[in-house]
Structures are given as structure tokens and as C-alpha cells.
């Protein structure tokens, strides 16, 4: 009795069918007096009865496992087909479509003696419905309980950050253990995927410090290095100045005039500066030049004082 409970899809919609209809018919039939007495309405709501138990359909994605006398005899479908009532019967009905099954380890312990909970998911299908009925009994509970066990043995053959930074490859791997296992029974695991690595907080606090830090290390290097690279830099112009004076005196009064450029901007130079590349001279004319193209257009500058306005006021005579 258990195992035609199995049978989930006994009655189906062409059964339930054909048994309405034939019980329709043998009722008008009954009551036109077409039939009379009991004999053959019973006769042919059985008959009808044993066709409609022979009926059976499988879906789109399914594969019926048929056994005759307890012994495997075929897979049907998919869709309609018929078995010998009490001689046949369908044991399983499996399903050949991808699916997905969540699996995790709990407290696991890695190489290195971390303990993590690992959330993972694996999707398989079954290739073979014949191997899948009859070489494992609930392949469903076997898949998951495979997927676990292999897991843990992989977490316990890695270091924790390793675990971290190749997730891919870890998974590739149970990947292909899962599939050498699963193999044999008909089904194969397509692919592997670790959703969720969780570690104690105190380590998580640790680590989060520890990447601080060597985020700090790291922009002190680069800010050493740069200093370094700047006073070479320096260095060699300091060279390149020191055998060609005019080009200190050129790069002088290119820095007074982008200094100088500006409306209202206030430019502060060291008077060896002014001796040693002639900028009084030459910061006197550019004062000069502002002051007359500021009265020209009504607006009086105080721009120039002191040793400059001496200066300005030489070179205007």
C-alpha cells in the first residue's frame, strides 16, 4: 500500500476524465432503459476504472521509473503513457531539471585553526534517472549531506586567508569532489558557490586593524618616496642653475610674473632673491606697467613701495 501511495499521479485529469464520462454515460444509458439491471453498469465503470489506472503522464521535465513485479522495466515519458494495472506501477518520478540545494559548516575549523561558518549552495541535476531510483535511495538528502561533509574537509585543508581571498578556486574544487561522488548515481553538480564566510568578531576587529595600519604604512611610503624623488628633482635643477645663471634669472621672472599675473595678489620675495636674479628691476617695471594702465582707467595703485619704487622710479627717467 505504501508504495502505490508513492504513486503520487494515479489519478490524473485524462483519468478523472474518462471516469466521469463513463459514469455519465452509463447513467443516461440507465435512465433512457437502454441498460437494464446492474450487471453491466458495474462491468463498465470497472473496466473503465482498470483503463484509467493504466493512464498515466509524466511533465515536460520528468522522467517515470516503471517497475514490473518489483524489478526496474523502463522509463517512461515525458507525457502520457500506460502501465499494466497491478502488474506495473511507477516508483519514482524524477526530476531532470538544475536545482539548488543550501548547505553550510558550522564552527568549522581551518588549516590554521580559525573557527568559521561557511554558507554555501550547490546546483546539480540528475543525468541519469535509472542510476539516480536504483543505485541511491533519497539522492536528494545524499546531495546535501555530500555537499556538507566535503565542505568541512575543505575548510580544514586551507588557512583562513586563503579561505578569504580564493573563494573561486575553493569552490572549483568541491565542485569537482562532489562530481567524482555523484557521478556513479547519475547526477552530476554543475557548480559550487560560497555565499557567506563568517569569522569570530574578535578576529574580524583584529584584521580590520591590522589592514588600517598597513594602509598608514603604506601612505607614509609613498609619501617618503615622493619627498625623495622631489629633492632629487631639485637637485639637479639646483645643478643645471648653477652652470647658466640666465636661466636662474629666466626662471626668476617667470615665477614674478605668474605671481604677479593676478589682480590684488601679494607676492613676498627674499631680498637675496632681488639681488641675486635682478627682480627689483624687474618686479619695479611690472609695478610701473600696472600703475599707468591703472590711472589710465581712473583707479590709483599702491602697489610698488620701498627699494622698488626707488628702482621704478630710476628706470622711468
Not at 489519478?11 to 464520462?21: G, Y
Not at 546546483?123 to 546535501?144: F, I, S
Not at 574578535?202 to 603604506?218: C, F, G
Request: glycine content about 6%.
Amino acid at each position: 500500500m505504501k508504495n502505490w501511495m508513492q504513486d503520487r499521479k494515479l489519478i490524473n485529469t485524462v483519468s478523472l476524465a474518462l471516469l466521469m464520462i463513463t459514469v455519465a454515460a452509463v447513467g443516461f444509458l440507465t435512465y433512457l432503459k437502454i441498460i437494464t439491471g446492474i450487471t453491466v453498469p458495474l462491468i463498465a465503470i470497472a473496466a473503465s476504472m482498470a483503463i484509467a489506472s493504466s493512464i498515466r503522464i509524466a511533465d515536460q521535465w520528468e522522467k517515470a521509473v516503471v517497475l514490473r513485479m518489483g524489478k526496474f522495466k523502463r522509463l517512461r515519458g515525458p507525457g502520457p503513457f500506460l502501465v499494466i494495472p497491478v502488474i506495473d506501477r511507477v516508483y519514482k518520478y524524477i526530476d531532470q531539471r538544475v536545482r539548488v540545494t543550501d548547505f553550510q559548516a558550522e564552527k568549522a575549523l581551518t588549516k590554521d585553526t580559525v573557527p568559521v561558518n561557511v554558507d554555501a549552495v550547490v546546483y546539480w541535476m540528475v543525468w541519469d534517472a535509472e542510476k539516480a531510483a536504483l543505485e541511491v535511495c533519497r539522492y536528494k538528502e545524499a546531495v546535501a549531506y555530500l555537499a556538507q561533509t566535503g565542505l568541512r574537509d575543505t575548510i580544514g585543508r586551507h588557512e583562513l586567508a586563503d579561505l578569504l581571498q580564493n573563494r573561486e578556486k575553493i569552490a572549483a574544487s568541491l565542485q569537482e569532489s562532489l562530481d567524482e561522488y555523484t557521478n556513479p548515481w547519475g547526477i552530476t553538480c554543475q557548480h559550487v558557490g560560497i555565499k557567506d564566510i563568517i569569522i569570530p568578531v574578535n578576529l574580524a576587529n583584529a584584521m580590520s586593524k591590522r589592514a588600517q595600519a598597513e594602509r598608514e604604512r603604506q601612505a607614509r611610503v609613498i609619501l617618503g618616496t615622493a619627498e625623495t624623488e622631489i629633492a632629487e628633482k631639485f637637485a639637479r635643477a639646483s645643478r643645471e642653475y648653477m652652470d647658466n645663471p640666465v636661466a636662474l634669472q629666466l626662471r626668476g621672472m617667470n615665477m614674478l610674473y605668474e605671481g604677479l599675473k593676478e589682480k590684488g595678489s601679494l607676492m613676498i620675495v627674499p631680498s637675496s632673491a632681488l639681488e641675486t636674479m635682478n627682480l627689483g628691476a624687474v618686479s619695479g617695471l611690472t609695478a610701473l606697467a600696472d600703475s599707468r594702465q591703472a590711472q589710465a582707467g581712473g583707479r590709483v595703485s599702491n602697489t610698488v613701495t620701498g627699494p622698488d619704487l626707488e628702482k621704478t622710479e630710476a628706470v622711468e627717467k
